[in-house]
T-cell receptor, first 116, second 112 residues
Framework: SAVISQKPSRDICQRGTSLTIQCQVD?????MFWYRQQPGQSLTLIAT?????????ESGFVIDKFPISRPNLTFSTLTVSNMSPEDSSIYLC?????????????FGPGTRLTVT | QKEVEQNSGPLSVPEGAIASLNCTYS??????FFWYRQYSGKSPELIMS????GDKEDGRFTAQLNKASQYVSLLIRDSQPSDSATYLC????????????FGSGTRLLVRP
């Protein structure tokens, strides 16, 4: 499976600011996904990012709050805008399994965000 | 009703025993099913995928799928303390554009 990295691994931010999280893959992938995992909770899909098209957002998530870029087949960014303490969470990117299984997903190490 | 349901646990088993983790889902036309393991402070790791009714074995892990009952399970044989983690069930509904819906996870504790 692909090797996935995320930057930063963790950050502490003040409310009202924005943070951009980067996700880098060591091979080309068709689909990249962004998830949120709040403390003690399971994973919730924020959006799906395909290269060359606008990201598709899930119910409850909007582009103004979580703008996403997907400039090429190995990289994506998620920005958490105008942060509030409720945005404190782990943010995870995942990628599809490629020819071996497009519907399998493999996760990056995550970004732990704390908003004060 | 939640789309993917799991007992939160903790499920406590002695070392060497079989751990049985269960998951039910509400969308009858779901096509693909996955088990992820998540250690505390780490990201989820895919350990099993299953697409057809029946059993699928990989080492000490066996996934079981029963689409008629909308039920998928994971058996871990010869459980080890290193298996202690949260196990997440994920389901891909048909025509979902590869979206995964995750259950809340079952915490497994293997006692030495």
């Amino acid at each position: 499976s692909a090797v996935i990295s995320q930057k930063p691994s963790r950050d502490i931010c003040q409310r009202g600011t924005s943070l951009t999280i980067q996700c880098q893959v060591d091979s080309q992938v068709t689909m990249m996904f962004w998830y949120r995992q709040q403390p003690g909770q399971s994973l919730t899909l924020i959006a799906t990012a395909n290269q060359g098209s606008e990201a598709t957002y899930e119910s409850g998530f909007v582009i103004d709050k979580f703008p996403i870029s997907r400039p090429n087949l190995t990289f994506s960014t998620l920005t958490v805008s105008n942060m509030s303490p409720e945005d404190s969470s782990i943010y995870l990117c995942s990628v599809d399994g490629g020819a071996g299984g497009l519907d399998e997903q493999y996760f990056g190490p995550g970004t732990r965000l704390t908003v004060t | 009703q939640k789309e993917v349901e799991q007992n939160s646990g903790p499920l406590s088993v002695p070392e060497g025993a079989i751990a049985s983790l269960n998951c039910t889902y509400s969308d009858r036309v779901s096509q693909s099913f996955f088990w992820y393991r998540q250690y505390s402070g780490k990201s989820p790791e895919l350990i099993m995928s299953i697409y057809s009714n029946g059993d699928k074995e990989d080492g000490r892990f066996t996934a079981q799928l029963n689409k008629a009952s909308q039920y998928v399970s994971l058996l871990i044989r010869d459980s080890q303390p290193s298996d202690s983690a949260t196990y997440l069930c994920a389901v891909a509904p048909k025509d979902s554009s590869y979206k995964l819906i995750f259950g809340s996870g079952t915490r497994l504790l293997v006692r030495p």
